[in-house]
């Protein structure tokens, strides 16, 4: 895992296990965009996986029903000790533990859709397409963004397509060190 990626993925779970914590919806929205700078310019599946479940996470905690739930509770104690435990492997180099720890978050949400008989798994499925549309406005084509994140480019392009965002084409048309500069930019490193 690239240093910028790792240093970047670890203050997305602390932001994420804040706005998890006080039920902050929004603030996981804003944190899961986030990410996707790194997806785009790395082209990595850690950035790409961190950003799927931080915006799933946004989408559950934007239902009030579950939120009052007793169930709800119970999930947001285990995924926020789930978070810890990502940090703490990510923290101390132990990449292949962090991504065990990763695929289970998503397993986790997956199981919510059984207790709350929600759509999770559509929600998982839809998050996916969202984000790789917004890895597609920073010039990643549609083929790799099916690549990374496991969606068909069928329904990558169908996505684009309903959304305009193939009117406007890719936002960055810079090699891959001229976009680095511009996300340091953004973010003051």
Same mark, same amino acid.
């Given at each position: 895992?690239?240093?910028?990626?790792?240093?970047?993925?670890? %203050?997305?779970? &602390?932001? $994420?296990? /804040?706005?998890?914590k006080k039920w902050d919806a929004d603030s996981m929205k804003f944190t899961s965009d986030? %990410?996707?700078?790194?997806?785009?310019?790395?082209?990595?599946q850690d950035?790409?996986?961190?950003? $799927?479940?931080?915006?799933?996470l946004y989408?559950?905690?934007? &239902?009030? &029903?579950?939120?009052r739930s007793k169930d709800f509770r119970k999930f947001q104690k285990d995924f926020?000790?789930?978070?810890?435990?990502?940090?703490?492997?990510l923290s101390k180099d132990k990449v292949a533990d962090y991504r065990r720890v990763i695929k289970k978050m998503f397993a986790y949400i997956g199981k919510l859709e059984k207790k709350f008989g929600m759509y999770i798994t559509e929600v998982i499925k839809q998050s996916r397409i969202k984000k790789g549309g917004r890895i597609f406005e920073h010039g990643?084509?549609?083929g790799r963004v099916s690549e990374l994140l496991g969606v068909s480019s069928w329904e990558m392009m169908n996505y684009i397509g309903? %959304?305009?965002? /193939?009117?406007?084409?890719? %936002?960055? &048309?810079?090699?891959v060190e001229g976009r680095l500069e511009y996300a340091r930019r953004i973010f003051n490193v």
């Open positions: 895992m690239e240093k910028e990626v790792k240093k970047d993925v670890l %203050t997305v779970l &602390r932001n $994420v296990y /804040s706005a998890l986030y %990410t996707l700078h790194n997806s785009s310019m790395y082209q990595d950035s790409v996986s961190v950003a $799927v479940i931080v915006y799933s989408k559950i905690c934007s &239902r009030e &029903r579950i939120k926020l000790d789930m978070i810890s435990e990502a940090q703490s492997n990643v084509s549609v309903n %959304t305009k965002l /193939s009117d406007i084409g890719p %936002t960055y &048309r810079k090699d």
